[in-house]
């Protein structure tokens, strides 16, 4: 019998089956907002939030939907939880949602978003996908910052728009531009292969 | 704006400028996932500019005469990934009953589609803009040939990095993130062209 509440879950997400540096799931927003730390902690918490809702709902109804439907139900579900954040941070914060833009709604098809939907909260009880959402949220939200931040203070010198390096440093300007997204993450996944070991393909 | 442009700018645009892959971001699941030999990605390539062309006029159309004459438009999300899956399928079966070969060069990239973020993106970016039928129509061909044309590239570059010598830790997916940031870089150039 398996245990109800299994805190080893929140803590999968976070280091060891982390959904982009271990499962190089879900890049596209990723690398999209990670030029500054302020949209990077706001696309954090959206996700967290999405992923928390989707993987406790579709923990809810796992025994009512037939097998052959699950994945249209999954995204309907997901896209419900997405159209809700899009909707709420247009009115509480319209800075943030016009910086986030199309990244925001493309969450729907994100594969971290379907694949904890699919993998966990289809099989396990409601406490164990919330924790699950949770760790993986904040496994992609701790990604996301540590490139933004890297991107961020390297581009512009800032953090969280607080000069940082003085008034003499010469921005690395490519670094908040596309190409430095590409880059630092390259150089982050080599990071994470040489400590947690080569990722088996 | 986009939508006062001419149509051969707003292809350019989509196509090399503000490229999917390289500038914007998106379908990289399926780029870094596929592009380790050119035929498959000539496979991806093409599917992708079949199925995004067809579902940004369908979804173009649901927008305009279904949500937005009975003010639906917060619906936007659940009914573009929604008429996406469902069209995918639909079509997939048209084309096994209808054109077997053309079925088998598609293989697997067909289904696959549907997670494509690039399509629903083109999607919601055509709307974003405000484009009429025939610009979205462009924009969406430019968007899904700067897919077939980056994952054609990279593919070929990839096949040859199998056998450069690449530091250990950095093997795989690490020096193809890399190498895509330096293709960025080269794409970047293509901003100077014309102001948007």
Redesign the interface.
Known sequence: MKKIIEPKNLMLGIWKENPIFYL?????PL??VSGSLRDALGMGAAFIFVLLGSNITVSVIRKIVPAHVRI?VF??VI??F??VI??SLAAFSPQLHKNLG?YL??M????IL?GRAEAFASKNNVINSALDGIGMGIGFTMAILIIASIRELLGQGTLFGINMLGDNYLPFL?MI???????V???L???K??IGG??K? | MLNELNLGYIFLSAFIVNNILLIRFLGLCSFIGISTNIKSSIGMGIAVIFVTVMACSISWAVYNYLLLPFHLEYLRTVTFILTIASFVQFEEIIIRKKAPALYKAFGIYLPLITTNCAILASAFLGIDYRLNFLQNLVFALGISAGYCLVIILFASMRERLDTAPVPKNFRGIPIAFIMTGLISLVFLGFKGLFKL
């Open positions: 190089m799931l879900g890049l596209c690398l999209a249209p995204i309907v896209a419900t997405v159209s899009d909707y199309v709604p493309l729907v098809v994100n594969c379907l490519i531009m596309p190409p430095g997204a590409f880059i993450i390259g150089f996944i080599a990071i292969n040489s080569k990722k393909c």
